[in-house]
């Protein structure tokens, strides 16, 4: 038992906390590149989130007088550490399918929903009128995606014969036997639910709504400087891995690191980041209320109608 | 050179403050960020709040009512932080030179470390400038 605890602790210090951040760099990397090249831009180069990264690990922490000195300090590494345990949960899973517990899609659901609660836990706390504001519209846009992004994600369940375990979810999409979820016409829905999902939960434009750099000046993170403000971008950058791959785990049929699979799972992920900066560069920002009726309204029509076509097996 | 300095001299994220300028060597600071001159390839980014500043960007006279405001923004700033003057109102008074509404030079405010003379001064200038800046840093 205690050594089974001990594999479990090195899989969370060896994945979670040091190959996720690296594969999250790499991934603003490419997401920063491409935005330079859509904007006819040269870009940053390759180590630039490394660089800002260990730059802010280097500067001075400012707490602002009259905030929540432990929230505020504390958030972010709330945010880190469910990240880091989703993308351990993830990574063991994709290596090896057949391990896991059942439920622990839902376990991920729920951790993937901590790194905006505590962006919203250090906006409250930092006692700026701005960063409360974007921390309550963050609470706004939880509210909206969360609804199709479950029904969403049911998809996958449904058809994989009403499994809650990542790991059989992959085995059954073996292509073999059963075929990718998002070969079917109701994965394809599901798809598109999921990568506006997506893109809400990384706060990216067009639903950057509480960060909004132009108008509230990052929102909830105003106030933050130095090492806490680090392990935001760090956590962000996490995100920006994390989720692809989750997207890819449901409905593209995991990743395998056999031969020349290794280049098409790495496709696969490249496929969903991609695609998260296109919209990103394409879009203007919504208000808030369009945010939120546009998640409660088309996106949950489309969500339930995966989830009917699923049950009637397309 | 510690790691400290030389992360500081790939990412520094500047802060674009300004003190009673006529907004020509503001448009000349966004011209930098724009595709043609694009500073990103230095890791330069413009933020939106002074808590995530490495530079500040000083433009304009420095007028009596911006004293105080620019020396408060300057002290939210995190150090270490650089201050960067641009545009001749803020390396003398330019043309504003005896005015009582400007007392004080930029430079009596804040702790500049290089000015960038120009009315407005050209997008090449100012990275030129930052860049001679970040070399000053790195020591070399």
């Given at each position: 038992m205690e050594s089974l605890t001990l594999?479990?602790?090195?899989?969370?210090?060896?994945?979670g906390c040091i190959l996720t951040p690296l594969a999250g760099m790499l991934a603003s990397w490419v997401d920063r590149k491409v935005t330079a090249r859509v904007q006819w831009r040269v870009g940053p180069p390759l180590l630039q989130p490394f660089w800002d990264f260990v730059k802010l690990l280097g500067k001075e922490t400012v707490v602002p007088r009259g905030s929540a000195r432990t929230v505020f300090l504390m958030a972010p590494l709330l945010g880190f550490s469910a990240v880091a345990l989703v993308s351990t949960i993830l990574w063991s899973t994709i290596v090896h399918?057949?391990?896991?517990?059942?439920?622990d899609l839902i376990v991920v659901l729920?951790?993937?929903?901590?790194?905006?609660?505590a962006v919203i836990l250090g906006g409250f706390a930092s006692k700026n009128p701005i960063a409360s504001l974007g921390a309550s519209r963050e609470m706004k846009l939880i509210l909206g995606y969360e609804l199709p992004f479950i029904l969403a994600c049911l998809v996958a369940v449904i058809h994989t014969e009403g499994s809650i375990r990542l790991g059989e979810i992959i085995i059954y999409q073996n292509p073999e036997t059963y075929g990718p979820v998002g070969a079917k016409l109701s994965g394809i829905l599901a798809i598109i639910v999921c990568v506006m999902v997506v893109q809400a939960k990384l706060t990216c434009v067009p639903f950057d709504i509480p960060e909004a750099e132009t108008e509230i000046m990052s929102g909830p993170f105003v106030e933050y400087s130095g090492p806490p403000l680090a392990v935001y971008k760090l956590t962000r950058m996490m995100m920006l891995i994390t989720l692809p791959v989750?997207?890819?785990?449901l409905f593209l049929g995991g990743m395998h690191f056999q031969g020349w699979a290794i280049l098409w799972s790495i496709l696969k992920v490249l496929l969903f980041l991609v695609l998260v900066t296109l919209i990103r560069n394409t879009n203007p920002r919504v208000r808030i209320d369009q945010?939120?009726?546009?998640?409660?309204g088309p996106m949950t029509v489309i969500a339930v109608a995966a989830v009917i076509l699923a049950l009637t097996g397309n | 050179m510690n790691l400290k300095m030389k992360a500081l001299t790939k990412s520094p994220w500047v802060y674009h403050l300004s003190t009673g300028s006529c907004n020509n060597c503001d448009?000349?600071?966004?011209?930098?960020?724009?595709?043609?001159?694009?500073l990103e390839r230095f890791g330069i980014?413009?933020?939106?709040?002074?808590r995530h500043a490495d530079a500040l960007l000083v433009t304009g006279n420095m007028t009596l009512k911006s004293m105080p405001r620019a020396l408060e923004v300057y002290n939210q700033m995190p150090k270490p932080g650089v201050v960067i003057a641009i545009g001749t109102c803020s390396l003398g008074h330019g043309i504003f030179d005896g005015s009582y509404i400007c007392p004080k030079t930029v430079d009596e405010v804040l702790p500049v470390d290089i000015y960038i003379p120009g009315?407005?001064?050209?997008?090449?200038?100012?990275i030129a400038g930052v860049a001679k800046l970040l070399n000053k840093l790195a020591g070399k």
């Open positions: 594999k479990y602790f090195g899989y969370f210090i060896g994945i399918p057949e391990t896991g517990f059942v439920g729920y951790l993937l929903m901590i790194p905006s609660m989750f997207l890819v785990i945010a939120v009726r546009f998640f409660w | 448009i000349e600071i966004l011209d930098c960020l724009t595709p043609r001159f694009d980014q413009l933020v939106g709040s002074p009315c407005p001064p050209k997008p090449e200038a100012i």
